[in-house]
Each structure stands twice: as C-alpha cells, then as structure tokens.
C-alpha cells in the first residue's frame, strides 16, 4: 500500500514538474540568445524580401533582411556573413467588412528570426533560429526541439544558404528571370515511400478514406526533427505529392506523436465556399492542442 502511495506522488511530481517545463519554455523574451526587441523597428529599418500567402491557414507574411542579409541575398550570393539577419512575420487575415472580396491584416500571429553565427550554431549550419508568438514572447514548446524542427526544414536548400525567400520581383516584366518556386524545390527534394495503410498507427488508420490502401509517407529529418509548426508548414509539399502520386501523402513523427495527412477528397466544399472557383479540392488533418490529442481538419482548394 505503502509502494503505492510513493509510486503515485511520484507520478504526480513528475506530472506537475513536466507542466511547469512548459510553461517555463512559454513566455521568455529570448530564445536561443535572441529577442525580437533587440533588433530594433525591423519593419521599418530592414529591407522588404518578399511576401507570401497562405490561403489554407488566411496567413500573411512578410520577410525581411537586415543589410548584411540583403547585400548577399540581392548579391545572389549564399555567404552571409555573421550578423545576417532574416526576420519573418505573419499576420492572420480577415474580411474587410467594407470590402468583403478582399482580406485585411487583423493582427500579428507570430515572428520568426534567423540570426548567423557561424561559431555559435555550427550546429544547424551557422543559423540561430526563434520564434515568437503575437506578444512578442516565446511559445510552450522545447526550444531545442523547435530548432531542431525549423533547421530540419531550411537544410533542404543548403545552395541557398539555408535561406528559402528570393527577393520579390517588382521589376518590369522584360526584367523578370525565371526562378524555380519554393514550393517546387520542395517538391523536388523530399523523399516519400509508399507505405500501406494498415501499418500506420490505429489512428490514421481511421483517417485515410477507405478507397485508399497505401499512402505516400515523408522519409528523413523531418519526421526525427518536427512541432506543431511544421504541421502547417509542411501541406504545400504534402499537397504536390498527392497530385504526382494521385495518393494520400503525410508526414508521420518518428514517434507517432504528430501527423499532417493530405488527401484528395471531391466531396470537399472549400472550392464551391469560395465563390465557385474552378480548382481541385482536399481534405487536410493535423494533429491539435494539448499532447496533441485533437485533429484540425481543413477544407483545402487549390485554384486551377
Ligand atoms: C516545413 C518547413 C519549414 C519549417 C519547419 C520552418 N520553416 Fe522557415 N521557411 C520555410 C519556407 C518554405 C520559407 C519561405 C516561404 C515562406 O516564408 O512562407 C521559410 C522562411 C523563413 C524565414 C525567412 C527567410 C527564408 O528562409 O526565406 C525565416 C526567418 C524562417 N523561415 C524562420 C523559421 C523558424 C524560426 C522556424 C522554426 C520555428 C522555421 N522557419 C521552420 C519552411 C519552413
């Protein structure tokens, strides 16, 4: 009886001691070593990279370099030098009630740095990553997971120096060069196996529609290194892989712990929802909230 009593306060001490680990990780100004006021009116004093939009999530976002990031960006270069800053920010969008065709900011969702040291992230390649919620203060998960997450994903353009964005192109169209698209080098670099679906965990098992008896599954780093963040992240690529293979395509934690699954689904509204827009639908599921125990799911239209 006695047993009993310690083994359950000691369960119940390592309980407690994992929430406070992270509510300790949510909150902070700094995250490996950087904070976002330490950089000043970046929006302001930085160079514009590019913007981009997301129709699936209604986010918004904007790239900007500080100049040692932009001298070599602009340079086509690959080099940064240490000191080289990218930061990100995506605002969550919404009908402008006045204008309901066309989607206002309503207010910053989150920012995103890349700080170069090459001696103190040698690491991930020379790049300090953070990231920080709406408040400017850091979310609840492990940092060194959430670095790991954020590397495990830019490693895949190593010839762009670890850096996705190109500068956006306001040029005339005569001076416009052709560059291959984000989303295509994603496309063109992760790895995917076929796997059936009855090896896959009882819950995705339930997912998969039944017409489908095998899935597409991401191989490599980015199953080992993920948070909630990739989830989102990573549809775009998840949705490339389902028209080349006209199958599910999902990315799997390692330890089945979290799920982005992305299938072709007729049936969806999300195309009809937006005003009869000629295009392909799909259903999208990721893993939610606390342990990850709920599943989002998403009407997804890609225009055609
Ligand atoms: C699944 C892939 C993926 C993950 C995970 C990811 N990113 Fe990115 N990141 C991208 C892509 C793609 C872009 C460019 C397109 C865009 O901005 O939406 C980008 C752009 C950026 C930029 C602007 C500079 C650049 O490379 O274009 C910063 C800064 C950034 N990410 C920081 C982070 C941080 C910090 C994390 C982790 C908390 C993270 N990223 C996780 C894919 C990812």
Not at 90 to 115: C, H, K, N, W
Not at 259 to 284: E, H, I
Request: net charge neutral.
């Amino acid at each position: 009886m006695k047993r009993a009593v310690i083994l359950f306060s000691v369960l119940v001490l390592l309980f407690v001691g994992a929430a406070e680990a992270q509510q300790q990780f949510k909150g902070q100004k700094r995250m490996n070593g950087y904070s976002l006021e330490q950089f000043g009116n970046f929006t302001k004093d930085w160079k514009l990279v590019t913007v981009r939009y997301r129709h699936d999530s209604n986010e918004m976002r904007f790239t900007f370099a500080n100049d040692a990031a932009w001298k070599t960006l602009a340079a086509g270069k690959t080099d940064y030098p240490d000191g080289a800053v990218f930061a990100k920010m995506g605002f969550i969008t919404e009908e402008d009630p006045a204008f309901p065709s066309s989607a206002v900011p309503s207010g910053a969702r989150r920012y995103q740095l890349m700080v170069k040291d090459s001696k103190k992230h040698a690491e991930t390649d020379g790049w300090g990553y953070a990231l920080f919620g709406a408040d400017g203060l850091t979310t609840d998960e492990d940092p060194v997971i959430k670095t790991q997450a954020c590397h495990a994903c830019h490693a895949i353009v190593p010839e762009r120096g670890y850096v996705f964005s190109k500068p956006m192109q306001l040029a005339m169209p005569a001076d416009i060069k052709a560059d291959a698209k984000v989303d295509e080098i994603l496309g063109a670099r992760l790895v995917y196996e076929t796997v059936d679906v009855a090896s896959l965990p009882e819950r995705l098992k339930n997912l998969v529609p039944a017409q489908f008896k095998q899935v597409r599954m991401l191989q490599g780093a980015l199953r080992k290194h993920l948070f909630a963040g990739t989830l989102d992240e990573i549809r775009p690529a998840l949705i490339l892989e389902v028209n080349a293979s006209k199958l599910p395509a999902l990315l799997l934690a390692e330890d089945g712990s979290m799920y982005s699954l992305v299938y072709p689904d007729p049936a969806a509204t999300a195309c009809k929802a937006k005003s009869g827009a000629a295009g392909v639908t799909y259903k999208a599921h990721h893993t939610v909230g606390e342990g990850m125990q709920g599943d989002r799911i998403i009407d997804y239209c890609q225009a055609q």
